[in-house]
Nanobody, 119 residues
Framework: QVQLAESGGRLVQSGDSLRLSCAAS????????MGWFRQAPGKEREFVAA????????AYADSVKGRFTASRDNFGNMGYLQMNSLEPEDTAVYYC????????????WGQGTQVTVSS
């Protein structure tokens, strides 16, 4: 079972930038997709971004498109979420997750990292 660990979350001000990291325990992630999700207090978890490990193709939720960028170290096991122009509405616990390409469900999840954006 692959284990994931996020880091990088903290308190920032509106307009600031922040980069989250996700370390995966798997030896190779070639056939995987890494997703980023977030859950704000009182709200359901929502999709933020995803990236295919082999090609580096990414997709984003409309709410973060143009501000967030997912990337990965394709020679290692680190994924990243660069978040720019942060807004108070981005405040949430952020999770990284993995799924096999072609599957709809993410089967491995990290413990989450808190991002708080003050106005």
């Amino acid at each position: 079972q692959v284990q994931l660990a996020e880091s990088g979350g903290r308190l920032v001000q509106s307009g600031d930038s922040l980069r989250l990291s996700c370390a995966a325990s798997a030896r190779t992630l070639t056939n995987f997709v890494m997703g980023w999700f977030r859950q704000a207090p009182g709200k359901e978890r929502e999709f933020v971004a995803a990236i295919t490990w082999s090609e580096g193709r990414s997709a984003y939720a409309d709410s973060v498109k143009g501000r967030f960028t997912a990337s990965r170290d394709n020679f290692g096991n680190m994924g990243y979420l660069q978040m720019n122009s942060l807004e108070p509405e981005d405040t949430a616990v952020y999770y990284c997750a993995l799924k096999l390409r072609g599957q709809s469900e993410y089967h491995a999840w990290g413990q989450g990292t808190q991002v708080t954006v003050s106005s």
